[in-house]
């Protein structure tokens, strides 16, 4: 009686397990779009980055060259603007704090996008000074995210 019990129980127990489970796999995977497009748009913000970085080359710097690179880059800040809905965070490379405290963390990216956008200003009125700022500013914005919004595991 008491082995009856004890694999009813354990049978049960599975059971839940397997209820449980179903409902955050389906969830996570309504959400795969936007994991792939924030982590491509981080990718590719990595790259345009160092793209800019060395088309800037004082009196012959590619100005062209550099504000197609800031409007890529000011395209990608966009697309991580719309990456982060409620409940994707089950599958991604990001802390929870992402979701629990939006506030700072949009605004981080806020700031990212701004460093984008003064990158193209920079650009067009060709001032070297302010295209090295903007991209300094962009990435010490970048890195202050990854140090509290990135999870390594």
Known sequence: MKKTVVAKKTIMHALLAVALVIPIVALASGFEKQIDDRQNAFSQIERELKSAKNVIDGSSTDWYELNERSQALQSYGDTLHASFPVGSQNGSKAKQEVWDNPKKFNSL?????????????????????KANSALKSANSTCRSCHRAYRSRW
């Open 109 to 129: 990216l806020s700031q990212m996008t701004s460093s984008f956008e003064a990158l193209e200003r920079a650009s067009e009125s060709k001032d070297v000074a």
